[in-house]
């Protein structure tokens, strides 16, 4: 696209065709206070709080959101005009806004106040009676509402409607009486709701599991990655007195363009559970770490096949190594199982990246229920449809929500014959000339398909029309478990030792199993009788690297300082590994990630000194009072 | 799983057949909740969720639609509902008075509460577009102009009688019906088909 010239107060500013004021404003630092509009929804114009002025142009002031840049434009942010249009907005918004900052979640992080103190008027003319409204009210588990504070600015329903394609949320009444609502006032059921929470530029929308916990400027905040699934969405994490408060959302293009979904926003809670574990037992008795590993490791030493492995979903690249150390060693001949993986095989060669799917033209979806399997995966899909016009093909046995859009293709597969639609797909009408690349998903039925014959069929059908791959995994680390041999589905039934690393068992301890050492971290039924308990740290604690779906590895920052006696999980496995007979002497992190690096080409980039942490952006300072 | 519906089966195959009048097929959920309300009398949610499931759309954009305009109603109203004009005109000569006599006449107090027996309701709305003949009002889907409170009476007496219980058999969404007048009053541009009013 053709660049264009403008001047935006003074300053001159290069931008693509088609960029908005607003943003073009952004990158010379100049910030236009905005409500309604949001880089990741269609502009609308709705608050009116972005006028500015400019030349050539109506005498008049004109919303920036909305407005593209021009050739020669002259913005003016700062002149009478502007200046007195926005701040006559802000005294609007202010008419029934409610004097309830000391007590709403949002204040300190409140675009309103901020906007009101950077822009507004320092006093108010309005002693009227205020608009009232029911307050708070539940629109679902997580998420209370409060419209009293609401400004109208229909982010959340134009995220809804536009990103996640649901129509749950709406506008109801009109006028000054409108007001947000959910579907007759049912509870919102969506993965995708908790977005709506940062999105809301006011405290209209608060988190119901953060409510009342904590003020934004008493808690610090670290840059992690999300741990529940294998998109790997990038969070920030809330940290207040050694616990862990809020989750919120972080933007990377790369990955979930500032998403993230329900279970990785709200399902925390057990990180502060009171009754969480923090010391070893030996049969339900206080040992010490020295003694409960030298337990652990009579228990599992020299077991053979006879001894089962169970890894959770979300093991660190670390520790996946550490116990590719320990099988190729001690514990040789172990079956290993690990939670919710798929049976997608490792990947043979480079894999789609998530951002790729944005320029397809055609995206194929089989055997994969990717709104709860992978949900960012499952947006980004359906941004690339709504906002791209990318066509979508669905191979999967029950309706998935992609099927709102009434231009998608869903072919009902039986299950199990997924592969058999996928090969009958190369001489379908919208495969004939994509005209652009195509995206080819796939996951694994949940078990019901045969996957090497699926991973075939999705490899012929890519080379036939030209698609690229993108498996579809589910485990937080499958694919770093993968490239280290550890991500097994082996039958525990019949092992008569059992290593659970993370939670039990999905189908539970085995019954012929005579030995159990658990490393959890919060108590379950069964492990008074087991032999050793490890206590365990949480994601939030943990230091380590996960390979999302993609094949990023993206690093771990813990915002929870370990609490002692609690151990590093590559601690334990070193000390168990000493246990054992096997030198594991690491004497930290670092020098397990490089030799990771050094053994497996899929972790290189453990080798890199972790990025340091993402500086935020500029705080861009407005105008003093009018 | 068939669980028994709120609207009956020939209306929704008649909503069904709605979108394809228009380029946007969502924009058919206007005339679908005319019809809905036409049979129902009001909008229950289930009533919008089946409007809803018809075209294809989520009961929430549906919702939202019905709020928005009130001529939808969300409570339950009148068999017959008078909408009273109170615009310039038609308060000058005297709609203030006749909306008075009305509740009197239906034995209401406010607008939307539903008379005893359930025949009756009313509302007070803006401009109609039929100045000329002020006071008027609508009643169902027909204009009555140059209102007394005479007329008032035998709009509502006419009603009463179970001769006129029967619901009006035209679509709503022919509402240009022609007027009623009284004799003398016609003027040069007769309308030409002359409907008896049910």
């Known amino acids: ?41 269609d502009p609308v114009g709705a608050c009116r709080l972005c006028l500015v002025d400019f030349s050539p142009g109506p005498p008049r002031p004109q919303t920036a959101c909305t407005t593209p840049v021009a050739e020669g434009m002259v913005v003016r ?87 996640a394609w649901e129509q749950e949320l709406t506008v109801a009444q009109r006028g000054v009486q409108s007001f947000i609502t959910s579907q007759f006032d049912q509870p919102l059921q969506s993965n995708f709701s908790g977005n709506i929470i940062d999105l809301c530029p006011v405290g209209a929308l608060t988190s119901r599991v953060w409510r009342f916990e904590s003020r934004p400027w008493d808690m610090t905040h670290t840059e992690s990655v999300c741990s529940k699934c294998a998109v790997g969405c990038n969070t920030t994490m809330w940290q207040r007195r050694g616990q862990l408060v809020r989750i919120t959302s972080r933007e990377n293009d790369d990955i979930d363009e500032g998403w993230i979904c329900d279970r990785g926003r709200f399902d925390y809670t057990d990180v502060n559970e009171p009754s969480r574990l923090r010391t070893p037992t030996i049969r339900g008795a206080k040992s010490t770490w020295a003694d409960a590993l030298a337990a652990t490791a009579g228990g599992i030493k020299g077991k053979g096949a006879k001894l089962g492995i169970s890894l959770p979903a979300d093991l660190t690249n670390e520790e996946a190594f550490l116990f590719r150390r320990l099988l190729d060693g001690p ?47 499952d947006l980004r899909v359906k941004k690339a449809v709504s906002k791209r016009g990318a066509k979508l093909i669905v191979i999967y046995p029950e309706g998935v929500d992609l099927d709102r859009n009434p231009h998608t293709v869903h072919i009902r597969n039986a299950k199990g014959a997924a592969a058999e639609e996928v090969r009958k797909l190369s001489s379908h009408e919208l495969l004939q000339n994509p005209g652009g690349p195509v995206a080819i998903l796939f996951g694994d039925g949940h078990g019901s398909e045969d996957m090497n014959d699926l991973a075939s069929a999705c490899g012929a059908l890519a080379e036939q029309v030209g698609g690229k791959e993108m498996p579809l995994y589910r485990a937080t680390n499958e694919r770093g478990a993968l490239a280290l041999g550890v991500a097994g589905w ?96 690491y004497p930290g992190i670092f020098p397990i990630q490089r030799d990771a690096a050094a053994k497996t080409p899929a972790l290189a980039a453990l080798a890199q000194t972790p990025s340091p942490e993402p500086v935020t952006g500029p705080v861009l300072v407005g105008p003093a009072h009018p | 799983m068939k669980t028994t519906s709120v609207l009956s089966a020939h209306l929704i195959d008649e909503i069904k057949a709605l979108p394809a009048r228009y380029p946007q097929p969502r924009s058919a959920v206007m005339p679908a909740l005319d019809l809905a309300q036409e049979e129902l009398g009001y909008l229950t949610p289930e009533a919008m969720t089946e409007v809803a499931t018809a075209l294809q759309l989520d009961a929430g954009y549906v919702e939202g639609v019905a709020t928005f305009y009130t001529l939808f109603h969300l409570e339950p109203i009148g068999k017959h509902r008078f909408y009273m004009c109170t615009n310039l005109s038609c308060t000058l000569r005297g709609a203030e008075e006749l909306v008075e006599h009305l509740r009197g006449a239906i034995g209401v107090h ?88 049910g």
């Open chain 2, 110 to 197: 406010e607008a939307g509460e539903v008379s005893k027996d359930g025949l009756f309701s009313y509302e007070e709305v803006e401009c109609m577009g039929a100045c000329e003949y002020a006071p008027m009002c609508r009643v169902d889907h027909r204009y009555h102009y140059d209102l007394t409170a005479e007329k008032v009476d035998g709009l509502v007496a006419e009603r009463r009688s179970p001769a006129a219980a029967a619901p009006l058999s035209s679509s709503p969404l022919s509402p240009t019906l022609p007027p009623e007048r009284g004799e003398g009053d016609k003027p040069k541009r007769a309308p030409k088909k002359k409907k008896a009013d």
């Open chain 1, 331 to 377: 514990l040789k001949g172990a079956k290993v199982k690990m939670h919710g993986r798929t049976a997608i095989p490792a990947p043979a060669g480079p894999t789609m990246p998530i951002k790729e799917i944005d320029d397809a033209r055609v995206i194929v979806v089989v055997a994969s229920d990717i709104e709860n399997d992978v949900p960012i995966i």
């Open chain 1, 1 to 41: 696209m053709p660049d264009i010239n403008l001047t935006i107060d003074g300053h001159k500013v290069t931008v693509p065709a088609g960029t908005l004021i607003v943003e073009a404003a952004k990158t010379v630092g100049i910030e236009i206070p905005v409500f309604c509009y949001h880089h990741k929804l």
């Open chain 1, 490 to 585: 082996d039958s525990l039934d019949g092992v008569e030792a059992l290593l659970s690393w993370g939670p039990p068992p999905t189908a539970g301890v085995p019954t012929s199993v005579r030995f159990l050492a658990a490393w959890d971290h919060l108590p379950r039924d069964g492990y008074d009788k087991a032999a050793v308990v490890l206590p365990a740290t949480t994601f939030a604690e943990r230091q380590g690297s996960y390979t999302n779906l993609e094949g990023t590895v993206q690093f771990l920052r813990p915002p929870v300082a370990i609490n002692p006696p609690l151990k590093e999980a590559w601690e334990v496995l070193n000390e168990l590994g000493a246990a054992l007979g096997l030198e594991l002497d």
């Open chain 1, 77 to 163: 942010t700062q002149s009478a005009m502007a200046v007195q249009a926005r701040a006559d907005i802000l005294e609007f918004e202010l008419v029934n806004h409610p004097l309830d900052c000391p007590v709403c979640d949002k204040g300190g992080e409140c675009p309103l106040q901020d906007f009101t103190f950077r822009h507004g008027y320092p006093t108010s003319r309005i002693d009227g009676p205020r608009l009232h409204f029911k307050k708070p009210i539940p629109l679902s588990e997580n998420i209370a509402l409060d419209r009293e504070r609401c400004v109208l600015c229909y982010r959340c329903t134009r995220y809804y409607d536009e990103i």
